[in-house]
């Protein structure tokens, strides 16, 4: 299993960018796909982006495309994602989490999870 701890939370005005981090650690970091997710209260947890750690490859949920990006650093084993033009709907808890298929927004099928970090986007 991976361990994962997300960095980079905060309070940004709409507008306004954040960068955040997941730390990965544990067997075969590699072999996973690493995905954000974000719970805002009272919603369901939401799918916001994915990258395959040996390939690069991507992708996103259609309401951060264009203004998100996840990237690897594979010499630090962390995981970003960098986020512009927050909006206040972008206000959620995000979570970093871990798979070993590639292609899902499903929560289920990623079973290793972070602790989450706020996020607050004002208006």
């Known amino acids: 299993q991976v361990q994962l701890v997300e960095s980079g939370g905060g309070l940004v005005q709409a507008g306004g960018s954040l960068r955040l981090s997941c730390a990965a650690s544990?067997?075969?970091?590699?072999?996973?796909?690493m995905a954000w997710f974000r719970q805002a209260p009272g919603k369901e947890r939401e799918f916001v982006a994915a990258i395959r750690w040996s390939t690069g490859n991507t992708f996103y949920t259609d309401s951060v495309k264009g203004r998100t990006a996840i990237s690897r650093d594979n010499a630090k084993g962390t995981v970003y994602l960098q986020m512009n033009s927050l909006k206040p709907e972008d206000t959620a808890v995000y979570y970093c989490?871990?798979?070993?298929?590639?292609?899902?927004?499903?929560?289920?099928?990623?079973?290793?999870w972070g602790q989450g970090t706020q996020v607050t986007v004002s208006s």
């Open positions: 989490a871990a798979a070993i298929v590639f292609g899902s927004s499903d929560p289920v099928r990623y079973n290793s």
């Open positions: 544990g067997r075969s970091v590699s072999s996973y796909t």
